[in-house]
């Protein structure tokens, strides 16, 4: 959940520590540090350490780095996403030992950290901070002091911890080295010339380098400024190769508008594009996945399991899955599945959907999936990420990087590809398609017209973002899109919203409706018009002030704003008509003066349980 950089070199690494976080922040910006060692200056009151670390986000950091003046040729960094321990200056990383000889950066929980203080606390040990990851420090000086080698004490150490990490370690002792390793997070290595770069994903490294090497769970990675070495924990060398990255520096950039949330919603038509690219033709994507026409036939049942909106997106994925395939698909919550003995035989697939592919709950969705002999195909954007790693089929979307914590284009790219696995399987199959491949290929121009009525939606904001409850409806296919419109809107403007299938408000909740209460319905399918209608009806009659979002010509009385989408199929309208609900939450957000990047209490990606 927090983010961790690195810096290995023989120029000032402060500034591309500082950017560093600054790009990372999407994972948690509670509070935020750094540490530099090797021709350091600027607070050198602990001798070769300079060390700066403050509540709150990277700027202030940064201000403060500045002021102090700190430099130094190896540094490593974090933006925090609290867990054990409130934010503040104290309970920042990067943490040091109690000697302050080791400086640790951490992402992920150790969960036996409990044991591990006590009995450093009775080998004399203290601590300052309440965080589980100051034991690390300790435990590696511990060990540093039985064996007087910093790799082998890093490696003793870690071998003693319980949970998640991915760690940057630095010695005072060994001034030009690093070693960093991981488990269940993730962490990159970019390399440049006489220099190495350290990061959580592979967007912080970009405008350094698109040599990126993946470490892999219990590898260890020295790295001077002009070598760098990958063993294992029984010391032994592995011989690793880094992947050359395309996505471009500027892609993780602002490039002119307000907000990455706004930026990401516009590039959706073209992550739409790239995320088909050829696979519609012949049987490219089955090629793709290395996936046969027998085994498609084997199977009998599908999970589609996710978190958040990646599971909203595998909601419309059941629908289109059913629809074509006939397979009966179930749609789970990974922190639920995982923990509620799902019914998996061999015969099941079970398709995870992750933008980061570290998510842990899904990671361990896949992971008893595995165990209990499925075949694991996931839909992720992140190349070398720990679910496309270890899932028997990928399927990578085109988003490219997404730096919001608000998902869109990911979410997107997620419905698009889920609509394309399953036209894939129908033709695998020799199943009838209804020509939604030829749909697919045009939906890019109508979100491009949807965009078009972006002022409507601004003026339309302007009239809601006072409010403190809104309801989300739609039927069958609208109804995924209520739900992933509702969660939107409560992300980013704090406002209280419930997405509920339109026939099911009055069986209870219609008791909220009040005078002036906003509902946002959105209407796709006309064999299910009348009914739609009749629900907008039973709100409006409760006083409620209606907010269309649909393809259809709906006659004036039925709504007070109306957003309009251009008409297409309504298996696959969910890609369209999110695009409003998406705007519809960011200028509210807006209206509301929020941060829309940066929404409180929450991270980009969720490494922990
Ligand atoms: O990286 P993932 O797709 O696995 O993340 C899953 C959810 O945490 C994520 O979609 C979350 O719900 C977003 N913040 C929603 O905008």
Not at 241 to 264: P, V
Not at 573 to 583: F, N, R
Request: glycine share 6%; with cysteine; net charge negative.
């Amino acid at each position: 959940m927090c983010g961790i950089v690195g810096y290995v070199g023989k120029k000032d690494g402060v500034d591309i520590l500082l950017d560093g976080l600054s790009s990372l922040e999407y994972r948690g910006y509670d509070s935020a540090g750094i540490m530099t060692l090797n021709n350091t200056r600027g607070n050198n009151e602990l001798e070769g350490i300079s060390i700066c670390k403050t509540k709150g986000r990277v700027d202030n950091l940064a201000k403060n780095a500045k002021q102090m003046g700190i430099v130094g040729n190896v540094g490593i960094g974090h933006t925090r996403w609290a867990t054990h321990g409130e934010p503040s200056d104290v309970n920042s990383h990067p943490h040091l030992d109690s000697t302050n000889t080791i400086g640790v950066v951490h992402n992920g929980i150790i969960e036996n950290y409990l044991d591990l203080k006590d009995s450093l606390l009775k080998k004399g040990y203290h601590f300052l901070s309440q965080t589980d990851t100051e034991v690390i420090p300790n435990l590696i000086k511990d060990y540093c002091n039985q064996t007087g080698d910093f790799v082998d004490a890093t490696i003793k150490a870690t071998a003693e911890l319980k949970g998640s990490y991915a760690l940057a370690v630095v010695d005072k002792d060994n001034p030009d080295e690093m070693i960093v390793t991981k488990k269940d997070s993730p962490l990159v290595i970019g390399e440049g010339e006489g220099e190495f770069f350290i990061a959580s994903d592979i967007p912080a490294l970009l405008k350094h380098t698109n040599k990126v090497y993946i470490l892999e769970d219990n590898e260890f990675a020295k790295i001077t400024p002009d070598n760098i070495v990958f063993f294992d924990e029984a010391k032994k060398r592995i011989e690793k190769k880094y992947k050359e990255i395309d996505w471009s520096a500027e892609a993780a950039q602002k490039g002119g508008y307000e907000d990455f949330m706004l930026k990401e919603i516009f590039e959706q038509p073209t992550a739409i594009r790239k995320t088909i690219g050829n696979r519609l033709d012949k049987d490219n994507l089955i090629a793709e996945l290395g996936i046969t026409p027998e085994y498609i036939k084997s199977i009998e049942k599908i999970y589609i399991v996710a978190c958040g909106t990646a599971m909203n997106a595998g909601l419309s994925g059941r629908k289109i899955i059913e629809k074509l395939l006939k397979i009966p698909t179930e749609v789970d919550i990974a922190s639920e599945f995982r923990y509620r003995e799902p019914l998996i035989t061999e015969k099941t697939l079970v398709i995870t959907i992750s933008q980061s592919g570290e998510t842990a709950d899904t990671l361990a969705a896949l992971r008893l999936a595995k165990k209990s002999n499925a075949k694991t195909l996931t839909i992720t954007n992140t190349i070398g990420s720990t679910i496309s790693r270890e899932a028997d089929f990928v399927m990578y979307t085109q988003a490219g990087p997404e730096i919001a914590v608000a998902s869109t284009k990911a979410y997107n790219t997620q419905l698009v590809a889920m609509y394309c696995l399953a036209i894939a399987f129908a033709k695998a199959l020799n199943l009838d398609y209804n020509d939604l491949d030829k749909e697919l290929e045009s939906i890019s121009n109508k979100i491009e017209i949807a965009l078009q009525k972006v002022d409507n939606i601004k003026d339309i904001a302007k009239q809601m973002y006072n409010a403190h409850d809104m309801f989300f409806l739609g039927r069958g296919n609208d109804f995924p899109v209520a739900q992933e419109g509702s969660l939107k809107l409560k992300e980013i403007s704090y406002i209280h919203s419930e997405a509920y299938a339109a026939g099911e408000l009055k069986h209870g909740p219609i008791a909220l409706i009040e005078k002036d209460t906003f509902v946002v319905c959105i209407v796709t399918d006309n064999t299910l018009l009348d009914k739609s209608l009749s629900n907008i009806q039973e709100v409006k009659t409760r006083g409620a002030k209606v907010v269309l979002i649909t393809d259809q010509k709906v006659d004036k009385k039925y709504y007070d704003y109306l957003i309009e989408v251009p008409q297409c199929s309504s298996i696959i309208s969910p890609m369209l008509t999110v695009v409003p609900a998406q705007l519809l939450a960011y200028y509210i957000a807006k209206d509301k003066e929020l941060d829309v990047d940066k929404p409180r209490n929450l991270a980009k990606s969720v490494t922990v349980e």
